[in-house]
């Protein structure tokens, strides 16, 4: 098992103290904070960074707590919970917004301990709702490809995609970087299509030359060139009734491009060497890692294929683009990789790594990292120093500190406030949830 990360939350509160009071009391209790003045700076940050629990004022100028909260509730995907703060007097209308979606409402003044019974209700709920959000996308997609396990509104739009998408007949294009798992998303188009019970066949474009990538698609009659010792059926006749998928169409031959375009229109391929034509049903669907749209625009790729084959499309996030879905895409790697009498377990300086690294091998590369510690890791326990070399040199250099030799232990921890406070663009309320101490004691620590 991995360890948890902090529940983030959102504190939306036009005055500063209030504001400030939260943050503070919610960061000496571990959770990840972050703040809004308003409605409106609250659906910006939420723009930038994905929050699990919102605790919003009602009251406000320019977008009140009631107009955030009806924004957050019409959004797609995993929502955030959201708790307001009401005076007495509203305490009628605050009820029925309960009705409307808020989580709950705490009435002022209220007590410190009262907004932690909230606060750690909402985290054991959505702890739940996220375990039972992730079996229900399995069971409706019929797959458990760990891939696209992910909570992040990111992959929460990939997935609506792919329900909107799989019921139809017109071409996919996959769009993403290399180890992003474009395979597993067509695969889980073809699982939840009516075409489901039929054939799904999978080609790489940029694995075989023009030739032999032109012979598996349309196949070949015996003797049609040299060494063609028996007939080949195509893979489009391979896939008649199901699904197609080329994945890195970009890399094809032009020429073929132009076969393979005559073979859509007409619903027909012609082997090689063959005078006969034969009909085939087949739904395409095809990725690529390069900007297909781009290279069409500049001759590239030709233009036809392209908006054939891009009746829809789907671009799939980069892992750094969605690093929330880290812990549980380990969870899922790590129950794929570890034996029956053991777990690997994440410590949390290495949890942190991860969080940070870039990736830009994508999930492929966690998958594959996870599989190396599984066999290399003492005792089931993946420190940061068991990670790849190049994951710890790829860091980013604002993530790391570098401890100096011979230094008195005051200069060394006022530096490393100033390095905490950099990381957190002076937000010392931030800082002090990472550093495990409160506000205060930065200030007095750093004018020592």
């Known amino acids: 098992m991995t360890d948890q990360l902090a529940l983030r939350i959102l504190v939306v509160d036009d005055q500063p103290e209030m504001r400030e009071l939260l943050c503070e009391l919610l960061c000496e209790r571990g959770y990840s904070v972050a703040a809004a003045a308003d409605g409106e700076q609250a659906l910006q940050l939420l723009t930038e960074e994905s929050f699990e629990l919102i605790i919003s004022d009602i009251r406000m100028p320019s977008m009140d707590g009631i107009s955030l909260l009806e924004r957050v509730k019409a959004g797609q995907g995993f929502s955030p919970f959201v708790i307001l703060i009401t005076a007495f007097g509203d305490i009628n209308d605050t009820i029925s917004l309960i009705d409307s979606g808020a989580y709950d409402y705490l009435i002022?003044?209220?007590?410190?301990?009262?907004?932690?019974?909230?606060?750690?209700?909402?985290?054991?709920?959505?702890?739940?709702?996220?375990?039972?959000?992730?079996?229900?996308?399995?069971?409706?997609?019929?797959?458990?490809?760990?891939?696209?396990?992910?909570?992040?509104?990111?992959?929460?739009?990939?997935?609506?995609?792919?329900?909107?998408?799989?019921?139809?007949?017109?071409?996919?294009?996959?769009?993403?970087?290399?180890?992003?798992?474009?395979?597993?998303?067509?695969?889980?188009?073809?699982?939840?299509?009516?075409?489901r019970n039929q054939p799904f066949v999978a080609v790489n474009c940029a694995a075989l030359p023009g030739e032999l990538l032109e012979s598996e698609l349309f196949g070949h009659v015996r003797g049609a060139f040299t060494g063609a010792s028996e007939e080949k059926t195509?893979?489009?006749?391979?896939?008649?009734?199901?699904?197609?998928?080329?994945?890195?169409?970009g890399e094809m031959p032009q020429t073929l491009q132009a076969k393979l375009?005559?073979?859509?229109?007409?619903?027909?391929?012609?082997?090689?060497?063959?005078?006969?034509?034969?009909?085939?049903?087949?739904?395409?669907?095809?990725?690529?890692?390069?900007?297909?749209?781009?290279?069409?625009?500049?001759?590239?790729?030709?233009?036809?294929?392209?908006?054939?084959?891009?009746?829809?499309?789907?671009?799939?996030?980069?892992?750094?683009?969605?690093?929330?879905?880290?812990?549980?895409?380990?969870?899922?790697?790590?129950?794929?990789?570890?034996?029956?009498?053991?777990?690997?377990?994440?410590?949390?300086?290495?949890?942190?790594?991860?969080?940070?690294?870039?990736?830009?091998?994508?999930?492929?590369?966690?998958?594959?990292?996870?599989?190396?510690?599984?066999?290399?890791?003492?005792?089931?326990?993946?420190?940061?120093?068991?990670?790849?070399?190049?994951?710890?040199?790829?860091l980013r250099p604002a993530e790391r500190f570098n401890w100096p030799d011979a230094r008195p232990l005051a200069e060394v921890e006022r530096d490393y406030i100033h390095h905490i406070l950099q990381r957190c663009d002076g937000n010392k309320v931030q800082a002090a949830a990472i550093l495990g101490i409160n506000r205060k004691t930065i200030q007095r620590k750093l004018n020592d």
Request: aromatic share 6%; glycine share 6%.
């Open 234 to 249: 195509g893979l489009f006749l391979e896939a008649d009734g199901g699904t197609l998928f080329l994945d890195e169409i």
């Open 108 to 195: 002022k003044p209220f007590k410190t301990e009262q907004l932690l019974i909230t606060v750690k209700r909402a985290e054991r709920e959505l702890a739940m709702r996220r375990r039972v959000a992730e079996l229900e996308v399995r069971l409706t997609r019929g797959t458990a490809h760990p891939e696209l396990v992910g909570r992040s509104n990111a992959m929460a739009r990939v997935l609506t995609l792919i329900d909107k998408v799989a019921p139809a007949e017109g071409g996919v294009l996959i769009e993403g970087e290399t180890g992003t798992g474009k395979e597993l998303v067509a695969r889980a188009i073809h699982q939840t299509s009516q075409r």
């Open 261 to 394: 375009l005559r073979a859509l229109q007409e619903r027909q391929v012609r082997p090689i060497g063959s005078s006969e034509q034969q009909s085939f049903d087949v739904r395409l669907l095809a990725a690529t890692n390069r900007n297909l749209r781009d290279d069409a625009r500049e001759g590239r790729f030709r233009e036809d294929i392209y908006y054939r084959i891009a009746t829809f499309s789907i671009e799939l996030p980069p892992l750094r683009q969605r690093r929330e879905d880290i812990p549980a895409l380990l969870e899922e790697f790590i129950a794929c990789y570890s034996g029956s009498d053991q777990s690997l377990e994440f410590e949390s300086e290495a949890l942190r790594a991860l969080i940070d690294y870039s990736w830009p091998g994508n999930v492929r590369e966690l998958k594959n990292l996870v599989e190396r510690c599984s066999y290399l890791c003492e005792q089931g326990k993946v420190r940061l120093a068991d990670l790849p070399p190049e994951l710890l040199d790829d």
